[in-house]
Nanobody
Framework: QVQLAESGGRLVQAGGSLRLSCAPS????????MGWFRQPPGKERELVAA????????YYADSVKGRFTVSRDNRKNTVYLQMNSLEPEETDVYYC????????????WGQGTQVTVSS
């Protein structure tokens, strides 16, 4: 069982930066892949970025490459999503999720943190 708690969402101006945090609790976290998701209105849920806890291998959606950085701090048991050059269209609730390595489905989800980008 893994519990996830996101934080860091707030109002930011277009072009600004924000860092989201996700603090998972549970055992054997090294077995998991951590992902950040969002779901814009009228669109499907989007995997924004992901990172393997064990090796730090990362994935980014094309829409955020070069602007977002996902990282993890093993000592603090925290996953981060650094978001730069934010755009108003990226206003959304951002969710942290976890899946076992090799699995297709994210099975643990946080409550989400609201990011609002003003124009």
């Amino acid at each position: 069982q893994v519990q996830l708690a996101e934080s860091g969402g707030r109002l930011v101006q277009a072009g600004g930066s924000l860092r989201l945090s996700c603090a998972p609790s549970g055992s054997n976290l090294i077995m998991y892949v951590m992902g950040w998701f969002r779901q814009p209105p009228g669109k499907e849920r989007e995997l924004v970025a992901a990172i393997t806890w064990s090796e730090g291998i990362t994935y980014y959606a094309d829409s955020v490459k070069g602007r977002f950085t996902v990282s993890r701090d093993n000592r603090k048991n925290t996953v981060y999503l650094q978001m730069n050059s934010l755009e108003p269209e990226e206003t959304d609730v951002y969710y942290c999720a976890a899946k076992l390595g090799g699995s297709n489905e994210y099975i643990y989800w946080g409550q989400g943190t609201q990011v609002t980008v003003s124009s």
